[in-house]
C-alpha cells in the first residue's frame, strides 16, 4: 500500500510548484522523492538528475538517487552515487551498506563484502549491528534481537536490512519473509519506511 491520494496530492504540489518556479533544485529533490514513493522510478532519477544540474554541488547529497539507482538496476551507477555520498559522511552505516548491495548484484556478495567500507561511528546501535551483520562478524538472530530492544523503530530496521541481506543472495523467500513485516507491521514515519512499501510493490510481495 504506496498512500497513493495522499502522494497523488504532494505530487500535483510539486508539480505547480516547478511550473511557477522552474529553477529550484531542492522542489526537484522533493518531488523525486515522491516519485520514488509512488514506485516511478525512472521519474525520481529524472528529477534528481534536474537538481544536479541545476545546482552541481548537491551531488554528494542525493542520497535518495542512489536508492532510486537500486530498483533501476543501474547499481554501477548506485554504488558510485553512494561512494560520492560518503566523502561527505564518512560514518553513515545505510549508504556504505547500499553500496555493498549494490556490488552484490554487479560482482556477488563476496567482493560486496571484502570492499565493505569501514563505518566505527554511527551512534544508532541498530544499524551498528545491521552493518555488523553485513560485514560478516555478526548474526541475523543478534540483528534481531537489538531490533526488538529498540521498539518498532529497531524492528522495521532489523527486518528492512535483513530482508535485503537476502535478496543481495538471491534468496527472494527469505528476502520477502523480513520485508513484508518490515513493510506491514512496522511502519515509522520515515523515507526508508516508504522504501520497503517501493520493494513490496515492485517485487510483488504478497
Not at 3 to 8: A, Q, V
Not at 22 to 43: S, T
Not at 143 to 165: A, C, D, N, R
Request: charged content about 20%; proline content about 3%; some cysteine.
Amino acid at each position: 500500500m504506496l498512500f497513493k491520494p495522499s502522494l497523488e496530492n504532494k505530487l500535483q504540489h510539486w508539480n505547480q510548484t516547478i511550473q511557477t518556479n522552474p529553477n529550484q533544485p531542492k522542489a526537484y529533490i522533493q518531488r523525486g522523492m515522491i516519485n520514488f514513493q509512488l514506485a516511478k522510478i525512472n521519474e525520481s532519477i529524472a528529477d534528481f538528475d534536474q537538481a544536479e544540474k541545476l545546482d552541481p554541488s548537491l551531488k554528494p547529497y542525493l542520497w535518495q538517487r542512489g536508492l532510486s539507482y537500486y530498483y533501476a538496476e543501474r547499481y554501477q551507477e548506485g554504488a558510485e552515487q553512494f561512494e560520492i555520498d560518503l566523502t561527505v559522511n564518512s560514518q553513515d552505516v545505510e549508504e556504505t551498506v547500499w553500496r555493498y548491495l549494490c556490488i552484490a548484484q554487479l560482482q556477488g556478495i563476496q567482493t560486496a563484502q571484502d570492499t565493505l567500507l569501514s563505518v566505527k561511528n554511527d551512534p544508532r546501535r541498530v544499524m551498528q549491528a545491521v552493518y555488523n551483520l553485513y560485514a560478516g562478524a555478526s548474526t541475523i538472530e543478534e540483528l534481531i534481537t537489538i531490533g526488538e530492544s529498540e521498539g518498532k523503530h529497531g524492528q522495521f530496521y532489523s527486518h528492512l536490512y535483513i530482508g535485503l541481506y537476502y535478496e543481495a543472495q538471491n534468496d527472494i523467500e527469505n528476502a520477502s519473509k523480513y520485508i513484508l513485516p518490515a513493510a506491514d507491521k512496522y511502519q515509522i514515519d520515515d523515507y526508508m519506511w516508504r522504501l520497503s512499501q517501493v520493494h513490496k510493490t515492485l517485487r510483488a510481495y504478497n
